[in-house]
Protein backbone atom coordinates (compact mmCIF):
# COMPACT_ATOMS: atom_id res chain seq x y z
CA UNK A 1 0.00 0.00 0.00
CA UNK A 2 1.32 3.18 -1.17
CA UNK A 3 0.65 6.35 1.27
CA UNK A 4 -1.47 8.23 1.13
CA UNK A 5 -2.27 6.89 -2.33
CA UNK A 6 -5.59 6.33 -1.06
CA UNK A 7 -7.52 6.17 -4.44
CA UNK A 8 -4.91 2.57 -5.49
CA UNK A 9 -6.26 1.13 -2.24
CA UNK A 10 -9.66 0.78 -3.97
CA UNK A 11 -7.94 -0.89 -7.28
CA UNK A 12 -6.15 -3.31 -5.93
CA UNK A 13 -8.48 -5.00 -3.50
CA UNK A 14 -8.50 -8.66 -3.85
CA UNK A 15 -6.71 -12.06 -3.75
CA UNK A 16 -5.06 -13.96 -1.07
CA UNK A 17 -2.18 -12.81 0.76
CA UNK A 18 1.14 -13.67 -0.32
CA UNK A 19 3.25 -16.04 1.37
CA UNK A 20 7.13 -16.74 1.22
CA UNK A 21 8.14 -18.48 -1.93
CA UNK A 22 9.12 -22.36 -2.19
CA UNK A 23 12.50 -21.42 -2.35
CA UNK A 24 14.10 -24.80 -2.09
CA UNK A 25 12.05 -26.03 -5.18
CA UNK A 26 13.41 -26.23 -8.04
CA UNK A 27 12.35 -26.39 -12.19
CA UNK A 28 13.97 -27.35 -15.15
CA UNK A 29 14.56 -23.47 -17.07
CA UNK A 30 12.08 -23.22 -20.29
CA UNK A 31 14.29 -22.24 -22.94
CA UNK A 32 14.18 -18.79 -23.62
CA UNK A 33 14.90 -16.74 -27.41
CA UNK A 34 18.55 -17.98 -28.53
CA UNK A 35 21.35 -15.76 -26.91
CA UNK A 36 22.62 -13.34 -30.14
CA UNK A 37 26.36 -14.65 -30.41
CA UNK A 38 27.32 -10.99 -30.83
CA UNK A 39 26.35 -7.68 -29.18
CA UNK A 40 24.10 -5.57 -30.92
CA UNK A 41 26.13 -2.22 -32.06
CA UNK A 42 24.71 1.03 -29.84
CA UNK A 43 23.71 3.05 -32.33
CA UNK A 44 21.07 0.66 -33.34
CA UNK A 45 19.62 0.22 -29.76
CA UNK A 46 16.94 1.65 -28.62
CA UNK A 47 16.75 4.58 -25.71
CA UNK A 48 14.11 2.90 -23.46
CA UNK A 49 15.59 5.19 -20.60
CA UNK A 50 13.51 7.64 -18.50
CA UNK A 51 10.09 7.23 -16.12
CA UNK A 52 7.61 6.10 -17.78
CA UNK A 53 3.74 6.20 -16.69
CA UNK A 54 0.52 4.57 -17.36
CA UNK A 55 -2.89 5.49 -16.21
CA UNK A 56 -5.35 2.28 -16.03
CA UNK A 57 -5.12 -0.25 -13.08
CA UNK A 58 -3.66 -3.44 -15.32
CA UNK A 59 -2.65 -4.43 -18.69
CA UNK A 60 -4.96 -3.81 -21.29
CA UNK A 61 -6.54 -7.26 -23.14
CA UNK A 62 -6.37 -7.08 -27.11
CA UNK A 63 -9.19 -7.06 -29.29
CA UNK A 64 -9.12 -10.54 -30.70
CA UNK A 65 -7.38 -14.04 -29.51
CA UNK A 66 -6.65 -15.26 -26.53
CA UNK A 67 -5.96 -12.55 -24.29
CA UNK A 68 -6.27 -11.32 -20.46
CA UNK A 69 -8.65 -10.75 -18.03
CA UNK A 70 -11.41 -8.28 -18.37
CA UNK A 71 -13.56 -7.07 -15.10
CA UNK A 72 -17.19 -8.26 -15.81
CA UNK A 73 -18.63 -5.39 -13.50
CA UNK A 74 -18.89 -2.48 -16.21
CA UNK A 75 -19.83 1.36 -15.25
CA UNK A 76 -22.66 3.23 -17.29
CA UNK A 77 -19.91 4.10 -19.81
CA UNK A 78 -18.71 1.03 -20.36
CA UNK A 79 -15.18 1.02 -18.32
CA UNK A 80 -14.22 -1.06 -15.79
CA UNK A 81 -15.67 -0.69 -12.37
CA UNK A 82 -12.48 -0.70 -10.39
CA UNK A 83 -14.60 -0.92 -7.14
CA UNK A 84 -15.63 -4.17 -7.67
CA UNK A 85 -13.03 -5.99 -9.34
CA UNK A 86 -14.99 -9.37 -11.12
CA UNK A 87 -12.46 -11.38 -13.25
CA UNK A 88 -13.79 -13.06 -16.18
CA UNK A 89 -13.74 -16.45 -15.09
CA UNK A 90 -15.45 -17.58 -18.57
CA UNK A 91 -12.23 -16.45 -20.33
CA UNK A 92 -10.88 -19.36 -22.46
CA UNK A 93 -7.76 -19.51 -21.42
CA UNK A 94 -8.35 -20.80 -18.05
CA UNK A 95 -8.08 -24.52 -16.93
CA UNK A 96 -10.99 -25.22 -14.38
CA UNK A 97 -9.12 -24.88 -11.17
CA UNK A 98 -7.98 -21.46 -12.41
CA UNK A 99 -11.17 -20.60 -12.91
CA UNK A 100 -12.50 -21.34 -9.78
CA UNK A 101 -10.33 -19.15 -7.69
CA UNK A 102 -10.93 -16.19 -10.09
CA UNK A 103 -14.74 -17.43 -9.28
CA UNK A 104 -14.05 -17.35 -5.87
CA UNK A 105 -12.58 -13.96 -5.34
CA UNK A 106 -15.13 -12.06 -8.01
CA UNK A 107 -17.49 -13.30 -5.86
CA UNK A 108 -15.49 -11.29 -3.20
CA UNK A 109 -15.41 -8.47 -5.51
CA UNK A 110 -19.26 -7.79 -5.81
CA UNK A 111 -20.09 -8.02 -2.12
CA UNK A 112 -17.14 -4.84 -2.27
CA UNK A 113 -15.04 -7.39 -0.26
CA UNK A 114 -11.27 -7.13 -1.08
CA UNK A 115 -8.54 -9.56 -0.35
CA UNK A 116 -4.74 -9.00 0.63
CA UNK A 117 -2.55 -9.23 -2.22
CA UNK A 118 1.17 -9.09 -3.18
CA UNK A 119 0.68 -5.15 -3.88
CA UNK A 120 -1.01 -4.18 -0.89
CA UNK A 121 1.15 -6.15 1.59
CA UNK A 122 4.03 -4.72 0.28
CA UNK A 123 5.30 -8.27 -1.42
CA UNK A 124 7.31 -8.42 -4.41
CA UNK A 125 4.54 -8.14 -7.45
CA UNK A 126 5.89 -11.07 -10.16
CA UNK A 127 5.41 -11.10 -13.89
CA UNK A 128 3.06 -9.87 -15.71
CA UNK A 129 1.69 -8.42 -11.93
CA UNK A 130 3.63 -5.89 -11.95
CA UNK A 131 2.95 -4.42 -15.32
CA UNK A 132 0.35 -3.06 -13.38
CA UNK A 133 2.20 -0.97 -11.63
CA UNK A 134 3.47 2.41 -11.71
CA UNK A 135 5.65 4.20 -12.79
CA UNK A 136 8.71 2.32 -13.96
CA UNK A 137 11.86 3.14 -15.47
CA UNK A 138 14.63 1.59 -17.43
CA UNK A 139 18.57 1.48 -16.88
CA UNK A 140 20.41 0.10 -20.07
CA UNK A 141 24.01 -1.20 -20.14
CA UNK A 142 25.71 -3.26 -22.83
CA UNK A 143 24.71 -6.30 -20.46
CA UNK A 144 22.31 -6.12 -18.47
CA UNK A 145 18.93 -4.39 -18.12
CA UNK A 146 17.58 -2.87 -15.03
CA UNK A 147 14.04 -2.41 -14.37
CA UNK A 148 13.27 0.02 -11.77
CA UNK A 149 9.76 0.07 -10.28
CA UNK A 150 7.81 2.33 -7.78
CA UNK A 151 5.80 0.31 -6.09
CA UNK A 152 8.23 0.00 -3.11
CA UNK A 153 11.47 0.15 -4.59
CA UNK A 154 11.34 -3.33 -6.34
CA UNK A 155 14.29 -4.18 -8.73
CA UNK A 156 14.33 -6.32 -11.63
CA UNK A 157 17.49 -7.47 -13.50
CA UNK A 158 17.32 -8.50 -17.56
CA UNK A 159 21.15 -10.09 -18.29
CA UNK A 160 21.72 -9.62 -22.35
CA UNK A 161 22.85 -12.11 -24.61
CA UNK A 162 22.91 -15.14 -22.00
CA UNK A 163 20.84 -18.31 -22.29
CA UNK A 164 18.56 -19.74 -18.81
CA UNK A 165 20.72 -21.45 -16.66
CA UNK A 166 19.89 -25.55 -16.72
CA UNK A 167 18.13 -25.62 -13.63
CA UNK A 168 16.41 -22.76 -11.74
CA UNK A 169 14.74 -22.07 -8.07
CA UNK A 170 11.62 -20.41 -8.35
CA UNK A 171 11.67 -16.39 -7.15
CA UNK A 172 9.21 -13.56 -7.40
CA UNK A 173 11.16 -12.49 -10.19
CA UNK A 174 12.10 -15.71 -11.40
CA UNK A 175 15.01 -15.19 -13.87
CA UNK A 176 14.82 -12.59 -17.23
CA UNK A 177 17.49 -12.96 -19.77
CA UNK A 178 16.87 -10.40 -22.43
CA UNK A 179 18.72 -9.46 -26.29
CA UNK A 180 17.69 -6.73 -28.86
CA UNK A 181 15.45 -7.36 -32.10
CA UNK A 182 16.29 -4.07 -34.23
CA UNK A 183 14.67 -1.55 -32.11
CA UNK A 184 12.67 -4.37 -29.85
CA UNK A 185 14.08 -5.34 -26.64
CA UNK A 186 12.96 -9.03 -25.98
CA UNK A 187 13.00 -10.23 -22.56
CA UNK A 188 12.09 -14.07 -21.71
CA UNK A 189 11.63 -15.09 -18.06
CA UNK A 190 11.12 -18.32 -16.46
CA UNK A 191 11.32 -19.57 -13.01
CA UNK A 192 8.18 -17.46 -11.25
CA UNK A 193 6.88 -18.43 -7.76
CA UNK A 194 3.86 -19.33 -7.79
CA UNK A 195 3.00 -17.18 -5.15
CA UNK A 196 2.34 -13.80 -6.97
CA UNK A 197 -0.75 -13.42 -9.82
CA UNK A 198 -1.50 -12.97 -12.83
CA UNK A 199 -3.55 -9.54 -12.44
CA UNK A 200 -6.15 -7.99 -10.32
CA UNK A 201 -8.34 -11.04 -10.48
CA UNK A 202 -6.42 -13.11 -8.02
CA UNK A 203 -5.47 -15.29 -11.65
CA UNK A 204 -3.01 -18.02 -10.39
CA UNK A 205 -0.32 -19.32 -12.29
CA UNK A 206 2.08 -21.91 -11.44
CA UNK A 207 6.09 -22.49 -11.56
CA UNK A 208 5.64 -23.35 -15.08
CA UNK A 209 4.96 -19.78 -16.22
CA UNK A 210 6.86 -18.20 -19.07
CA UNK A 211 6.83 -14.61 -19.67
CA UNK A 212 7.67 -12.67 -23.11
CA UNK A 213 8.11 -8.84 -23.14
CA UNK A 214 9.00 -6.76 -25.94
CA UNK A 215 9.34 -3.53 -25.37
CA UNK A 216 9.27 -0.76 -28.47
CA UNK A 217 8.84 2.75 -28.88
CA UNK A 218 6.30 4.32 -30.29
CA UNK A 219 4.39 7.69 -30.88
CA UNK A 220 7.86 9.45 -31.48
CA UNK A 221 9.67 8.04 -28.72
CA UNK A 222 6.40 9.35 -26.42
CA UNK A 223 5.30 5.92 -25.10
CA UNK A 224 6.63 2.91 -24.16
CA UNK A 225 4.85 -0.23 -25.32
CA UNK A 226 5.36 -3.59 -23.74
CA UNK A 227 3.55 -6.75 -25.71
CA UNK A 228 3.19 -9.56 -23.25
CA UNK A 229 2.61 -13.13 -23.84
CA UNK A 230 1.89 -15.92 -21.10
CA UNK A 231 2.30 -19.74 -21.68
CA UNK A 232 1.73 -21.98 -18.58
CA UNK A 233 0.47 -25.70 -19.09
CA UNK A 234 -0.38 -25.66 -14.94
CA UNK A 235 -2.58 -23.13 -15.21
CA UNK A 236 -3.71 -21.87 -18.88
CA UNK A 237 -5.77 -23.84 -21.84
CA UNK A 238 -3.54 -22.06 -24.56
CA UNK A 239 -1.03 -19.57 -24.52
CA UNK A 240 -2.60 -15.97 -24.54
CA UNK A 241 -1.40 -12.23 -24.83
CA UNK A 242 -1.74 -8.57 -23.60
CA UNK A 243 -0.30 -4.79 -23.81
CA UNK A 244 0.73 -1.94 -21.34
CA UNK A 245 1.79 1.22 -22.87
CA UNK A 246 3.54 4.02 -20.47
CA UNK A 247 4.20 7.39 -21.45
CA UNK A 248 6.52 10.10 -20.48
CA UNK A 249 5.70 12.58 -17.74
CA UNK A 250 5.25 13.38 -14.34
CA UNK A 251 3.82 11.09 -12.22
CA UNK A 252 3.12 11.70 -8.72
CA UNK A 253 5.16 8.97 -7.67
CA UNK A 254 7.95 10.89 -9.31
CA UNK A 255 9.56 14.33 -9.11
CA UNK A 256 12.57 16.12 -11.15
CA UNK A 257 12.87 12.56 -12.82
CA UNK A 258 13.75 10.86 -10.34
CA UNK A 259 11.46 8.33 -8.28
CA UNK A 260 9.93 9.30 -4.89
CA UNK A 261 10.12 7.36 -2.38
CA UNK A 262 7.32 4.89 -1.25
CA UNK A 263 6.61 4.09 1.79
CA UNK A 264 4.88 0.55 2.37
CA UNK A 265 2.58 -0.97 5.50
CA UNK A 266 3.30 -4.92 5.17
CA UNK A 267 0.90 -7.30 5.91
CA UNK A 268 -2.03 -4.59 6.54
CA UNK A 269 -5.00 -6.69 7.93
CA UNK A 270 -8.03 -3.77 6.91
CA UNK A 271 -8.02 -5.27 3.36
CA UNK A 272 -10.46 -7.48 4.66
CA UNK A 273 -13.34 -5.13 5.54
CA UNK A 274 -15.58 -3.54 2.78
CA UNK A 275 -14.28 -0.92 0.63
CA UNK A 276 -12.15 -0.17 3.96
CA UNK A 277 -9.16 2.41 3.30
CA UNK A 278 -6.50 2.31 5.79
CA UNK A 279 -5.33 4.40 8.16
CA UNK A 280 -1.51 5.46 7.91
CA UNK A 281 0.73 3.73 10.25
CA UNK A 282 1.22 5.90 13.62
CA UNK A 283 4.42 5.82 15.73
CA UNK A 284 3.88 4.70 19.64
CA UNK A 285 6.24 6.69 20.40
CA UNK A 286 9.07 9.36 18.41
CA UNK A 287 11.79 7.48 16.40
CA UNK A 288 14.67 10.12 17.92
Same mark, same amino acid.
Given at each position: ?36 ? $? ?17 ? &? ?6 ? $? ?42 ? $? ?5 ? &????? *???? @? ?23 ? $???? *? ?15 ? @? ?60 ? =? ?16 ? =? ?5 ? *? ?5 ? @? ?14 ? &? ?7
Amino acid at each position: MYLPRCDLLLVVTLAAAAVTPASAQTVAATVGPAAHG $GKQGSASVPDLSGIWNHSI &PGFEPLAS $GPTALVNRQRRANGTGNILKLVGDYTNPILKPQAAEIVKKHAEL $GLKGIGD &PNTRN *QCWP @SGVPFIFTERPTELLQTPNKVTILY $GHDH *QVRQVRLNEPHPARVVP @SWYGDSIGHYEGDTLVVDTVALSADTFIDNYRTPHTTQEHVIERYSLSNGGAALQVDIRVED =PGAFNMAWSARQVYRKGQ =PLESLGG *QLLEAIC @SENNPNFLEPASVSPI &PVAGKPDF
